[in-house]
C-alpha cells in the first residue's frame, strides 16, 4: 500500500495539501475555541443537558448534525496530528466538545485532567487574556433538616 501511494503523486499531494491544511486550520481554531470555554466548564461531576433553542425542529436538528460533522472532522484530524505535525490531544479535546455521545463529559474530565493538557490549554486562555480553567466540583451547601437546637434540650 505504502508503495502504491508512493507511486501516484496525485494521492500523495492530495495527502500532503490536507495535512497542511488542517494543520494551518488547526493553529488557527483550536485557540479560538479553547479560549471561549467558560471557566467553570469541567467543574461540575455531570453535565447538564444543553439544548439547542430554534423555533424550528427541522433546524435543530440540521445544527445538531453540523455540530457533529465538524467535532469528527476535528477528531480525525486530532488523531492525524498525533503522527503529523500540529497540536493533536488539543484538537481531539475540540472535537469532543463538538461531538454529542454517551459518555463524553467524564472522557473530557479525564483528558483535561491530565497535567500536560490542562497546562496546554490554560497558556492558550492565558494568552487569550481569559482565566483558568477550573476543576474542583463545586460543593453543594449543605441541607438543613428541621430546626437547629443549639441549647442542647430537646
Known amino acids: 500500500m505504502l508503495e502504491q501511494i508512493c507511486t501516484n503523486e496525485t494521492l500523495l499531494l492530495w495527502l500532503l495539501s490536507a495535512s497542511v491544511i488542517?494543520?494551518?486550520?488547526?493553529?488557527?481554531?483550536?485557540?479560538?475555541?479553547?479560549?471561549?470555554?467558560?471557566?467553570?466548564?469541567?467543574?461540575?461531576t455531570a453535565r447538564h443537558r444543553r439544548s439547542v433553542n430554534t423555533p424550528h425542529?427541522?433546524?435543530?436538528i440540521l445544527i445538531l448534525i453540523l455540530k457533529n460533522c465538524v467535532g469528527l472532522i476535528f477528531l480525525f484530524s486530532g488523531i492525524l496530528m498525533l503522527a503529523l505535525p500540529g497540536q493533536g490531544i488539543l484538537t481531539i479535546l475540540v472535537a469532543l466538545i463538538f461531538l454529542d455521545f454517551p459518555g463524553k463529559y467524564r472522557?473530557?474530565?479525564?483528558?483535561?485532567?491530565?497535567?500536560?493538557?490542562?497546562?496546554?490549554?490554560?497558556?492558550v486562555r492565558r494568552k487569550a487574556g481569559k482565566p483558568e480553567l477550573i476543576l474542583e466540583e463545586k460543593k453543594a451547601p449543605p441541607q438543613r433538616r428541621g430546626k437547629v437546637n443549639l441549647t442542647?434540650?430537646?
Open 57 to 60: 425542529f427541522l433546524l435543530t
Open 107 to 123: 472522557l473530557e474530565r479525564k483528558i483535561i485532567g491530565n497535567h500536560t493538557v490542562l497546562s496546554g490549554v490554560n497558556w
Open 152 to 154: 442542647g434540650k430537646r
Open 22 to 44: 488542517s494543520f494551518v486550520a488547526s493553529l488557527i481554531i483550536v485557540p479560538f475555541v479553547l479560549a471561549r470555554i467558560p471557566a467553570d466548564y469541567f467543574s461540575e
